[in-house]
């Protein structure tokens, strides 16, 4: 009976942990690793897809399904389980990243081409991404599915997305039997349109999420204890518009386009509805993503069983939560494009939430420079992404290859976080009524899973461990169980960062070295063909241009 980590091990993205129990191997999410998971973990499996029985999916997100298309592409034939919300938002969230692969691959080609390489495949296609629907078999929250050789699994309501899961799952090999409890993601309270997240009595092992493990979320000002009511969210939401509109400038809203961007809309519903931005009657607003679109869409047929008591209290009364008369939905490219040429405000809602990809560039790179605007972050910005370097203050970021000024202000929506703060995870974590052997902690980065580690075990006595990525462990062997590693408090997490990456720099020097060496080497050749001497001076003189330019930018960036 044993369970390896294969991601977001001291990592946020990426969820995929193997659990192998009498002959039966199950994949609990099988996630797409973005920014610098991404870069460290890499996306190729390190077991055979054909050798896996069960996916079981706690949720539509990308970090945690994003890898499934990729699975069955390498020949998995097993069943995918989830709820069917879940499954609903995978039809058009696999698609959609199965379209990006295509695109990606599409621009690298292109490059490849003129440099004279091969071609490369995307990690998948959107052909790939529709196969794998028909793997998918729906449950419903609260019902145990038999697994075969004694193993059972059954969903509840984690509070997090539609359709989002915490996992029971229960194995036996001959007498022995362990419950394992997933987390899956734990929601927050008080969110728009959803459930809050349920609680779960008895496990011996819990594995367990810890985005936020370190911190609590900041509140709007007018919150009072935990709750957080619609009306001051909304009210958060207004002012940032009312004092944009004044200004003549346009709220840029990077969102996730599954869950994020409804509970928005909903907020927004709110603020129109209530005339809290007594200034502006009509508040213009663009969804402009098609899987938001799509997305919107789902959220509204997947009502009953899954939204909250005050959404249910609007639909009863045959109101939609989630759409308004100013809103507009927007697929077209050129109508997206026509949005960047308006002269009036607005509001533009767009995807990706971490501004890695889709048409939010598009829309950043028209509005960062300018003053009169906002920009609106709604979600967790992990390390790498072009969302969190917008969000940690940078002055100039890069889009589509040029440099752009960051001149507008920045703002961050409080209190509307899907993941739950610390506060929320320990009163998940201490509603188990009998306490577990062993929580470990994962879905939380290299800073934050091993102090949560550390927190659980000190604070609330229950033994915890934050493992690394493919670490192994026989759930029967008491003594090969791990306990938590000491974290050293002193030194700050940002300066551990600002170690971390000066240490990258140093690796990096002898490269840049190395391509003046090379240039210089091309550049001293005698008899050179005119057209390879063009090539290799513009060559040159690009480099030497970039050097310039980052040694003003850097320069200026370092006082």
Same mark, same amino acid.
Request: proline residues 3%.
């Given at each position: 009976?044993?369970?390896?980590?294969?991601?977001?091990?001291?990592?946020?993205?990426?969820?995929?942990?193997?659990?192998?129990?009498?002959?039966?191997?199950?994949?609990?999410?099988?996630? #797409?690793?973005?920014?610098? =998971?991404?870069?460290?973990?890499?996306?190729?499996?390190?077991? @055979? &897809?054909?050798? +896996? %029985?069960?996916?079981?999916?706690?949720?539509?997100?990308?970090?945690?399904?994003?890898?499934?298309?990729?699975?069955?592409?390498?020949?998995?034939?097993?069943?995918?389980?989830?709820?069917?919300?879940?499954?609903?938002?995978?039809?058009?969230?696999?698609?959609?990243?199965?379209?990006?692969?295509?695109?990606?691959?599409?621009?690298?080609?292109?490059?490849?081409?003129?440099?004279?390489?091969?071609?490369?495949?995307?990690?998948?296609?959107?052909?790939?991404?529709?196969?794998?629907?028909?793997?998918?078999?729906?449950?419903?929250?609260?019902?145990?599915?038999?697994?075969?050789?004694?193993?059972?699994?059954?969903?509840?309501?984690?509070?997090?997305?539609?359709?989002?899961?915490?996992?029971?799952?229960?194995?036996?090999?001959?007498?022995?039997?362990?419950? #394992?409890?997933?987390?899956? =993601?734990?929601?927050?309270?008080?969110?728009?349109?959803?459930? @809050? &997240?349920?609680? +779960? %009595?008895?496990?011996?092992?819990?594995?367990?999420?810890?985005?936020?493990?370190?911190?609590?979320?900041?509140?709007?000002?007018?919150?009072?204890?935990?709750?957080?009511?619609?009306?001051?969210?909304?009210?958060?939401?207004?002012?940032?518009?009312?004092?944009?509109?004044?200004?003549?400038?346009?709220?840029?809203?990077?969102?996730?386009?599954?869950?994020?961007?409804?509970?928005?809309?909903?907020?927004?519903?709110?603020?129109?509805?209530?005339?809290?931005?007594?200034?502006?009657?009509?508040?213009?607003?663009?969804?402009?993503?098609?899987?938001?679109?799509?997305?919107?869409?789902?959220?509204?047929?997947?009502?009953?069983?899954?939204?909250?008591?005050?959404?249910?209290?609007?639909?009863?009364?045959?109101?939609?939560?989630?759409?308004?008369?100013?809103?507009?939905?927007?697929?077209?490219?050129?109508?997206?494009?026509?949005?960047?040429?308006?002269?009036?405000?607005?509001? +533009?809602?767009?995807?990706?939430?971490?501004?890695?990809?889709?048409?939010?560039?598009?829309?950043?790179?028209?509005?960062?420079?300018?003053?009169?605007?906002?920009?609106?972050?709604?979600?967790?910005?992990?390390?790498?992404?072009?969302?969190?370097?917008?969000?940690?203050?940078?002055?100039?970021?890069?889009?589509?290859?040029?440099?752009?000024?960051?001149?507008?202000?920045?703002?961050?929506?409080?209190?509307?976080?899907?993941?739950?703060?610390?506060?929320?995870?320990?009163?998940?974590?201490?509603?188990?009524?009998?306490?577990?052997?062993?929580?470990?902690?994962?879905?939380?980065?290299?800073?934050?899973?091993?102090?949560?580690?550390?927190?659980?075990?000190?604070?609330?006595?229950?033994?915890?461990?934050?493992?690394?990525?493919?670490?192994?462990?026989?759930?029967?062997?008491?003594?090969?169980?791990?306990?938590?590693?000491?974290?050293?408090?002193?030194?700050?997490?940002?300066?551990?960062?600002?170690?971390?990456?000066?240490?990258?720099?140093?690796?990096?020097?002898?490269?840049?070295?190395?391509?003046?060496?090379?240039?210089?080497?091309?550049?001293?050749?005698?008899?050179?063909?005119?057209?390879?001497?063009?090539?290799?001076?513009?060559?040159?003189?690009?480099?030497?241009?970039?050097?310039?330019?980052?040694?003003?930018?850097?320069?200026?960036?370092?006082?």
């Amino acid at each position: 009976m044993d369970i390896t980590f294969l991601g977001a091990a001291q990592q946020v993205t990426g969820s995929c942990t193997l659990v192998e129990s009498a002959g039966l191997k199950i994949l609990v999410d099988c996630g #797409l690793p973005q920014g610098d =998971d991404e870069r460290e973990s890499g996306m190729d499996f390190t077991f @055979d &897809p054909v050798s +896996i %029985d069960y996916v079981l999916l706690t949720h539509a997100h990308i970090d945690h399904s994003g890898r499934i298309p990729l699975l069955v592409k390498n020949g998995f034939k097993g069943k995918i389980l989830s709820t069917s919300a879940t499954a609903d938002l995978c039809d058009i969230m696999l698609a959609d990243s199965g379209h990006i692969q295509e695109m990606e691959a599409e621009w690298k080609n292109r490059k490849q081409k003129r440099a004279g390489k091969g071609a490369v495949e995307p990690l998948y296609t959107v052909k790939n991404a529709k196969e794998a629907m028909q793997f998918f078999q729906s449950c419903k929250y609260g019902e145990i599915v038999d697994l075969g050789h004694s193993c059972k699994v059954r969903f509840i309501d984690a509070g997090h997305l539609l359709g989002s899961s915490s996992i029971e799952l229960w194995l036996a090999e001959g007498k022995e039997m362990r419950k #394992l409890v997933f987390s899956g =993601d734990i929601g927050n309270f008080d969110q728009p349109l959803i459930k @809050d &997240p349920e609680y +779960i %009595d008895d496990a011996d092992f819990v594995i367990m999420e810890s985005t936020y493990g370190n911190r609590l979320h900041k509140k709007p000002l007018n919150a009072v204890g935990n709750s957080v009511p619609t009306s001051i969210r909304a009210q958060e939401l207004a002012n940032i518009v009312e004092r944009t509109f004044k200004r003549g400038g346009n709220v840029i809203i990077p969102s996730f386009a599954v869950g994020r961007t409804q509970e928005i809309l909903y907020l927004l519903r709110v603020v129109l509805e209530k005339g809290l931005c007594p200034s502006f009657k009509d508040i213009p607003v663009f969804v402009d993503s098609p899987l938001s679109v799509k997305a919107t869409q789902v959220f509204s047929g997947n009502i009953f069983g899954y939204m909250d008591s005050e959404a249910m209290e609007l639909v009863n009364k045959g109101i939609n939560p989630i759409v308004f008369p100013s809103l507009v939905t927007i697929t077209d490219s050129e109508a997206s494009k026509a949005l960047n040429f308006r002269k009036e405000s607005c509001v +533009i809602i767009s995807s990706s939430g971490m501004c890695e990809a889709g048409r939010i560039k598009h829309h950043l790179k028209h509005n960062l420079w300018r003053s009169e605007c906002t920009v609106l972050f709604s979600g967790y910005q992990a390390g790498g992404t072009l969302g969190r370097s917008i969000l940690d203050g940078a002055r100039h970021v890069t889009i589509f290859g040029e440099q752009i000024d960051v001149e507008c202000e920045i703002c961050e929506l409080q209190g509307i976080s899907g993941h739950a703060d610390q506060e929320g995870l320990v009163k998940w974590l201490t509603a188990f009524k009998k306490e577990p052997k062993l929580a470990f902690i994962n879905h939380g980065d290299k800073e934050v899973a091993p102090w949560f580690a550390q927190f659980v075990t000190k604070t609330l006595g229950i033994q915890a461990y934050a493992p690394h990525s493919l670490e192994h462990f026989d759930l029967l062997d008491a003594k090969a169980l791990p306990s938590y590693v000491a974290v050293d408090d002193s030194v700050l997490p940002y300066m551990r960062e600002l170690a971390e990456a000066l240490a990258l720099l140093g690796k990096n020097e002898g490269r840049v070295q190395g391509v003046i060496e090379r240039l210089t080497k091309a550049g001293n050749q005698k008899d050179m063909q005119q057209n390879h001497a063009i090539r290799l001076t513009n060559a040159i003189t690009r480099f030497a241009s970039d050097l310039e330019y980052l040694e003003k930018k850097w320069g200026a960036d370092t006082d």
